[in-house]
């Protein structure tokens, strides 16, 4: 079993950064391939970046470019850098364990999901 924690959502202007933090309970931390995913009211939640390990990332189109993901396999924490923030980036961000260990974009193959954290960014 895994626990995952969210942290670092808040409130930012368009333009502007945050970090996430996704804090991992357990041992196995460094062998498995992570993702992160955000959802809005009323749609689907969505894939928005993965790092596998040895590490590999992937990235949604909407956030490549804008969007690092990275892991501290010693703090057992992953991150998501996220910059040049839009509107349209408002979502609460999950991240989660992938099963395949391929840094997959399907949600259904992810486990252990975090609480959320909540981005919100003003126009």
């Known amino acids: 079993q895994v626990q995952l924690v969210e942290s670092g959502g808040g409130l930012v202007q368009a333009g502007g950064s945050l970090r996430l933090s996704c804090a991992a309970s357990?041992?196995?931390?460094?062998?498995?391939?992570m993702g992160w995913f955000r959802q809005v009211p009323g749609k689907e939640r969505e894939f928005v970046s993965a790092?596998?390990?040895?590490?590999?990332?992937y990235y949604a189109d909407s956030v490549k470019g804008r969007f690092t993901i990275s892991r501290d396999n010693a703090k057992n924490t992953l991150y998501l850098q996220m910059n040049s923030l839009k509107p349209e980036d408002t979502a609460v961000y999950y991240c989660a364990v992938d099963r395949t260990g391929r840094g997959s974009r399907v949600r259904n193959q992810y486990v252990y999901w975090g609480q959320g954290t909540q981005v919100t960014v003003s126009s």
């Open positions: 357990g041992r196995s931390f460094s062998t498995y391939a």
């Open positions: 790092i596998t390990t040895p590490e590999s990332t």
